[in-house]
């Protein structure tokens, strides 16, 4: 067991794209956690999906033996976090974990929104803040700058900001002794009844459920029997030890100390997040305060193409759930769709990264449902209910009010776009609280519907500001709204799929581009096909496919009018009485293009 003096624990926090995990790979270098040749570029990113889009979705902990310059050997565990605002919740769970943070800022950039964020996540969890400059290779880099940026935006002292290059090692000697003198070790008392937080859990195909723990008092060991506090479960410790980043086994592990156990539980949901895990035969008198539960904020329904493989769909969302608990998902059934599941994410990313997970791991073709929100309904009888589905509002009679999220967004974006993202910000029913200036970017804060801001804001948000502008955001409570329920029919007919739920000033123009969508999708039929939106029984907007006709005309040379008239009335009672009863056949394709996120 390592002396309480000796240890440092942070965690490494920044805007996307300003170098945490290549700053990981050289600090895990510079401590000879990995031989050169076991070294690669973003080594902590172990998912394929991470690796190809440059991003870390899950926070990653290795344990690095450091010799500093006074002769001592110290041990640093280090929590390499995302840096996008889907994944704020990693961040926060791993923030619990440590005594200090380490913020990179990129000296060419500058502090951006999500750098804002993490920071204030840092201050409000008592943490000890050292300002990394990275990139000061660049020869754009800014240091002076930027260092008057995190003063001024921040309100951090920024004097002793380490300037480092994590693509060359440059600066990261003297990074490592600032973390050694700067970060405050950790507190515990070895003799106190066994307390640790379970930070993390994941399932291994060899060794079931990894529990990732910060142990604040007594000792774990191998072999003791442990209680979670939470559920009252008792499991047997198996197997102890840190990552170096490569598994290593232990003991024990100490106060202070970050490790991972594993005890034969079968199943991620046996382990909740945040709970504190005790000895089963001298249990502590409290539970750590542990972590508010992640709630979803986007919805959408998950169908398979082809209906055979919906068992293979349950299967491939249990496992993908075994890994990441914020994932939420329960059945349903769709008139047009078939059989399904109505999945709940943390954000827009996070759900594409689930999508792309289920078609590449587990080689599945699936249509996804247009994202919604989570509406708060109010009935006339008094009780609350949460509506997840537009396809199961009740009727508009038993609602007295409908209730939607809105968000505080913070937008830092520079002062030749602002005009520009202050209108899209009021077209998307936005309310302004403050607009500030740094240097010559401004900070805007806006509250926002969430509904308006799940469907394209941010990538027309990156478009009119020329990749420039960065976006973050954090729920602000449920407001009430003039919302309604729009229902798409083809034929007459509603299609379940593609209703959906929105503010009833926008319903003409959503209804209207959905649809011009399905006129294009739908092949035409020997009859005329009407589609309309309709809110209730008034229809906001309206299409129409065009019959196919035959020319019943053909065999009439001159002759009478008459003749002529005759038959095109036939025709037209036959068309007719042909719409009555005829099905319109809505391609599969029809679906998957009409239901794409994101308004053309």
Known sequence: MTELARIRNFAIVAHIDHGKSTLADRLIQHCGGLTDREMRDQVLDTMDIERERGITIKAQTVRLTYAADDGETYILNLLDTPGHVDFSYEVSRSLAACEGSLLVVDATQGVEAQTLANVYLAIDSNHEVIVALNKIDLPAAEPDRIRGQIEDVIGLDASEAVSVSAKTGLGVPQLLE?????????????????????????????????????????????????????????????????????TTMVDELGPGEIGYITAGIKAVADTDVGDTITDDRTPADQALPGFKPSVPVVWCGLYPIDAADFEALRESLARLRLNDSSFHFDPETSAALGSGFRCGFLGLLHMEVILERLQREFDL?????????????????????????????????????????????????????????????????????????????????????????????????????????????????????????????????????????CHRSQSTYRGRAICQRLKDLIPRHMFKIPIQAAIGGQVVARETISALRKDVTAKCYGGDITRKRKLLEKQKAGKKRMRQFGKVEIPQNAFINALKVGED
């Open 365 to 501: 073709d699936l249509i996804a449902t247009a994202p919604s929100v989570v509406y708060r309904l109010i009935l006339t009888d008094g009780s609350v209910i949460e509506l997840h589905n537009p396809a199961d509002m009740p009727d508009p009679v038993k609602i007295s009010t409908m209730e939607e999220p809105w968000i505080r967004a913070t937008i830092l974006v520079p002062n030749d776009y602002l005009g520009a993202v202050l209108q899209l910000c009021t077209e998307r029913r936005g309310e302004q609280l403050e607009l500030t200036y740094a240097g010559s970017r401004a900070m805007a804060i806006y509250r926002l519907p969430l509904n308006e801001v799940v469907f394209d804001f941010y990538d027309r948000l990156k478009s009119i500001s020329r990749g420039y502008a960065s976006f973050d955001y954090e729920m602000d409570g449920f407001t009430e709204g003039d919302l309604a329920k729009v229902v798409i029919l083809v034929n007459g007919e509603p299609v379940d799929a593609l209703s959906f739920v």
């Open 178 to 246: 600032t973390l050694i003198h700067r970060i405050p070790p950790p507190a515990g008392d070895a003799d106190a009844p066994l307390k640790a937080l379970l930070v993390d859990s994941w399932y291994d195909l060899y060794l079931g459920v990894m529990i990732l723990v910060r142990v604040k008092d007594g000792r774990l060991r191998r072999g003791m029997r442990i209680r979670m506090m939470s559920t009252g479960a008792v499991q047997q410790v198996e197997q102890v030890g840190t990552f170096t980043p490569k």
